[in-house]
């Protein structure tokens, strides 16, 4: 019985019958899944802002530190600045720009390099400083007791800074691997900006191995990021992450050998199965793997090894499969926010198809060899059900389809705009809002939210975080994913 499910989830994952041609318009979600982050802004807005029910906010960021820090992104409901997951949002969105830039259309190409450079141009201001990172701005609790409009925004903009020699390799280490990785994105279109991200990039990993250690533990920053964005799973994978953008985007030998010197001291071999903004191994593998299959360095061969064998666990037949799925076919991993594994997992698995394409090389997962087709398949499955081929009959993308969320956990959205309702909404007025049954006034277009449980349930629950609030890093590398399907639906 055991052989026959898997073999009937098998079929469900590499695409039954009616799948084989989607009818998905994945154009449309490529352009609201950029779209989006136009909604997450924050500083002065552009004249050319799309999402026109967003005004100006956190105009004074920095001034706590005598330092400008207006701009970046809000990461998800809230308005606060989180720079860990900011700068793996940037990772991914350059990293989706990178491999599938020419599966965009033009115009959403440029749309996504507007993106990126939105939190480029802040995380050049977060390291400007020499020896010094400034790691998030907005006291979270304040803000978490808040419900308001960010241009209304009244609680602390505390600024949180680490100095050397106090360590935080996980922040800087991802700075460097966003920088570098938006280097090679911004190279043929502006080659001047590309050289500064570069430059900033090597600076940045210099402090994140020197002064080695988790930012989250130095004290004065433990109460503001924990329990949000703490490190939970170590630092070590940023510093090889950051070694390996830099390796990318400089083709330095010396980032090379770090890779290959440091491998095992750093746990490379280690949690290899996770990717997202805390633990970066099975996206450090895939994409070194691509050293070793496009450009034979077999020195990191445990890379490529330990890549295969992510991809091992997603498929039922193999020995190592152990990744769980819901009865309607969703990626699930405990913890809430669920589709930040779906988007991710989906992302890592168009790449590695393509890179063993390229080599023209398959995965062995014990008796089943798995062919680049069988891992788009996989990620097509995962796509579609975010889109609407669920249990539910609902797309989880705010705005994509007839019927998605619409009352999403996210203040900007949930409380009328600014342009409609000018007078202040102070911290508790806005609560009215928040227990509000109505749906949002305001459409964030494009917003992926938590998504459903295990049970592939769903009730468009404002209170229901983990289900209903979109973040940045949900959405990132989706960017990279709907850019294949357009160019390649079927």
């Not at 076919?329 to 890179?355: C, D, E, K, M, P």
Request: charged share 20%; aromatic share 12%.
């Amino acid at each position: 019985m055991k052989r026959a499910h898997y073999t009937h989830l098998l079929l469900l994952l590499l695409g039954l019958p009616f799948l084989a041609v989607s009818y998905h318009d994945y154009s449309d979600a490529l352009t609201k899944s950029i779209l989006f982050f136009e909604g997450q802004r924050s500083g002065y807005l552009p004249a050319d802002q799309r999402l026109t029910w967003r005004g100006n906010s956190g105009l004074g960021d920095g001034w706590m530190a005598g330092t400008d820090l207006t701009g970046g992104y809000y990461d998800a409901g809230d308005n606060v600045k989180f720079h860990f997951p900011m700068a793996f949002t940037t990772t991914m969105l350059a990293w989706s720009v990178v491999e599938f830039g020419d599966c965009m259309p033009p115009p959403e190409r440029r749309n996504a390099l507007v993106a990126i450079r939105w939190a480029t141009d802040y995380l050049l201001k977060t390291v400007s400083q020499p020896d010094r990172i400034f790691v998030q701005v907005g006291d979270p609790i304040a803000d978490h007791n808040c419900w308001e409009r960010p241009e209304d925004m009244d609680t602390s903009r505390t600024v949180y800074t680490v100095e050397a020699p106090n360590p935080a390799s996980d922040v800087a280490g991802e700075t460097a691997a966003a920088l570098a990785a938006a280097s090679i994105a911004f190279r043929s279109s502006d080659p001047g900006y590309a050289e500064t991200l570069l430059r900033t990039a090597t600076r940045v990993f210099a402090y994140a191995d020197t002064y080695r250690g988790a930012y989250s533990d130095n004290s004065n920053i433990r109460d503001g990021v924990c329990p949000f964005y703490c490190d939970f799973d170590g630092y070590q994978d940023e510093l090889l992450w950051g070694a390996a953008w830099l390796r990318r985007a400089s083709q330095d030998d010396s980032y090379l050998n770090y890779l290959q010197n440091n491998g095992k001291t750093l746990g490379a071999d280690d949690n290899i199965n996770e990717f997202g903004w805390d633990n970066k191994h099975a996206g450090l593998n895939v994409l070194v793997s691509k050293e070793v299959m496009e450009n034979s360095k077999y020195s990191l061969q445990s890379y490529r090894a330990s890549a295969d064998s992510f991809m091992c666990t997603l498929i039922p037949e193999s020995t190592s499969y152990h990744i769980e799925f819901t009865h309607g076919g969703l990626i699930y991993r405990a913890g809430g926010s669920n589709l930040q594994h779906a988007t991710t997992i989906s992302f890592l698995l168009l790449v590695y198809a393509n890179y063993l394409e390229k080599s023209s090389q398959i995965v062995n997962c014990g008796e089943v060899s798995i062919s680049p087709t069988m891992l788009r398949q996989i990620a097509q499955k995962q796509v579609n059900y975010i889109l609407g081929e669920n249990p539910k009959g609902m797309s989880y993308m705010v705005g994509y389809s007839s019927l998605y969320p619409q009352r999403i956990h996210h203040r900007g959205s949930s409380i009328p705009s600014i342009k409609d309702h000018p007078k202040a909404v102070s911290c508790n007025e806005g609560t009215v809002y928040f227990n509000s049954s109505n749906p949002n006034p305001n459409l964030l277009v494009g917003a992926v939210v938590g998504g459903p449980g295990e049970d592939d349930a769903y009730d468009d629950d404002r209170g229901d975080f983990r289900k209903s609030e979109p973040t940045t890093y949900i959405n990132a590398p989706f960017v990279g994913v709907l850019a294949y399907f357009v160019a390649n639906s079927n």
